[in-house]
């Protein structure tokens, strides 16, 4: 079964300042789909930024970048000229490319500091 | 456009008693469903998906059902809730491509 670990519950960064979220995850599989939502206080999910595992370009959103290294198995979320409305509780998700099931990590919570 | 609702947006129960929470989906059509809940601290954990009117998939045994009597409803209840049950449920949708779209969720309170 596919697993998605996000090991740091919680993060701070100076607002304008550059963060970065990790996340990895675990599959047999060759053909899937990488995602970062974001989860502010309203609890509405927000799709951030998606890779797909055939790419080897980084998929890059204005301030939102990931570093996807499929070797590693790793999917990291880099955040750009921080702004306080960037605080959120972010999630890491696994999709298999032969279904359309999302995995998600358990989370990591990002304030921003003025 | 496509919207997604849900409702109630927040619920409280007593143990043992029924529940039901719904989903629709507008400016679509035969679109693929999900619950999801997530509970305090962790991440979303898919609960069912379906396909198409009548067909649903669980993924995690429970005392919840979820039932699809429309092409764009999608409902989840429980005939006795558990304290167990308690969390902020998500009702998702997707068409063709990979991308999900989620409602703006249910905070069930079983006391």
């Known amino acids: 079964a596919q697993t998605v670990t996000q090991s740091q519950p919680e993060m701070s960064v100076q607002e304008a300042e550059t963060v970065t979220l990790s996340c990895t995850y675990d599959t047999s599989e060759s053909d899937y789909y990488l995602f970062w939502y974001k989860q502010p206080p309203s609890r509405q999910m927000i799709l951030v930024i998606r890779?797909?595992?055939?790419?080897?370009q980084n998929a890059t959103e204005n301030r939102f970048s990931v570093n996807f290294q499929k070797a590693a198995k790793s999917f990291s979320l880099k955040i750009s000229d921080s702004q306080l409305g960037d605080a959120a509780m972010y999630f890491c998700a696994y999709m298999d490319g032969a279904n359309s099931k999302l995995t998600f990590g358990k989370g990591i919570t990002l304030s921003v500091r003025p | 456009s496509q919207t997604i609702h849900q409702w109630p947006a927040t619920l409280v129960q007593p143990v043992g008693s029924p529940l039901s929470l719904e989903c629709t989906v507008e400016?679509?059509?035969?679109?693929?469903l999900y619950w999801y809940r997530q509970a305090a601290g962790r991440g979303l954990q898919l609960l069912f998906y379906s396909v198409g009117i009548g067909q649903i998939s669980s993924e995690v045994p429970q005392n919840l059902s979820a039932s699809r009597p429309q092409d764009r409803q999608f409902i989840l209840s429980s005939k006795k809730l558990l304290l167990s049950d308690s969390g902020f449920y998500l009702c998702a949708w997707g068409d063709s491509g990979i991308e999900q779209f989620f409602g703006p969720g249910t905070r069930l309170t079983v006391l």
């Open positions: 400016g679509t059509s035969n679109p693929n």
């Open positions: 890779q797909e595992a055939y790419k080897q």
